[in-house]
């Protein structure tokens, strides 16, 4: 039987707004020592402040996960200021939506660089620890857009696919190695990324509104219903399961 402790430190990218401060709120809730990774320094402090008035333990760390040398250097701050990383949870995106005939390489760049890529670096970073210390947890945020695809996203829809086929084979390598990998894909969700997107857009509304109609239970989700779902895959009575999507999306997939 695996051990079972409660202040285990948990690093979580684009921890600074929208899903990712819940999903760093929720971890603090159930006893996590929070890394609060950011690109918006005034973001990450805001999620810590949150976190320590409820009583939690949390850092900030500017984070820019499209350098390994920033991934680099913040692995390296929370283990001197929390201790050894043992939960992963990568929640930082970005997009835009247009058509695919309307993008260039440089969006393309992008929008692979900070959704699959930044992924890759963390995980590289973050992964030999949890195998040397014989446990571990990684969450990646995915999307519903990569298991139904999404028009006027289907460079993040891909790379968000990606995101699911890496993470089962990460679960697979590490099977045996007490680190468990698994994916949460939100549908339509309230976030400054959302609300982003539509003011880029010059019909983002009448995309959103699309969207939240598509859903079986019409409307946007919020960031801590998808929160809820990670603190799950993260905790301690999730290690019989890896390889995972679960989306959160009020019915929008469902997966047979």
């Not at 695809?149 to 089962?168: C, D, H, M, P, W």
């Not at 997107?197 to 946007?220: H, L, T, Y």
């Not at 779902?229 to 999730?238: H, L």
Request: one cysteine or more; aromatic letters at 4%; a negative charge.
């Amino acid at each position: 039987m695996e051990e079972t402790r409660m202040d285990r430190v948990a690093l979580v990218t684009g921890g600074g707004s929208g899903i990712g401060r819940q999903i760093c709120l929720a971890l603090a809730a159930d006893g996590r020592r929070v890394a609060v990774a950011d690109i918006q320094a005034d973001g990450a402090a805001e999620t810590v402040t949150q976190i320590t008035a409820a009583g939690g333990s949390a850092t900030a760390v500017l984070m820019d996960i499209t350098s390994s040398d920033s991934v680099h250097d913040g692995r390296l701050q929370v283990i001197d200021e929390l201790g050894p990383i043992e939960v992963l949870v990568n929640c930082a995106g970005w997009d835009e939506l247009k058509p695919f005939l309307d993008t260039d390489e440089d969006f393309w760049d992008k929008v692979i660089d900070i959704n699959y890529k930044g992924m890759l670096r963390t995980v590289h970073a973050c992964l030999p620890g949890m195998v040397d210390g014989g446990w571990g947890r990684i969450v990646n945020i995915s999307s519903d857009a990569a298991r139904v695809g999404s028009s006027l996203e289907a460079v993040y829809s891909g790379a968000k696919g990606g995101v699911i086929s890496f993470t089962k084979t990460i679960a697979r390598e590490m099977a045996r190695k007490g680190v468990t990998a698994n994916v949460v894909c939100p549908g339509p969700t309230d976030t400054p990324l959302l609300d982003g997107i539509v003011a880029a857009s010059d019909n983002g509304e009448k995309v959103i509104g699309a969207m939240a109609r598509a859903v079986p239970m019409k409307r946007v989700g919020q960031p801590h219903e998808v929160a809820s779902a990670v603190a799950y895959f993260a905790s301690e009575s999730a290690g019989f399961i890896t390889g995972q999507t679960l989306s959160v999306s009020g019915g929008l997939t469902m997966a047979g």
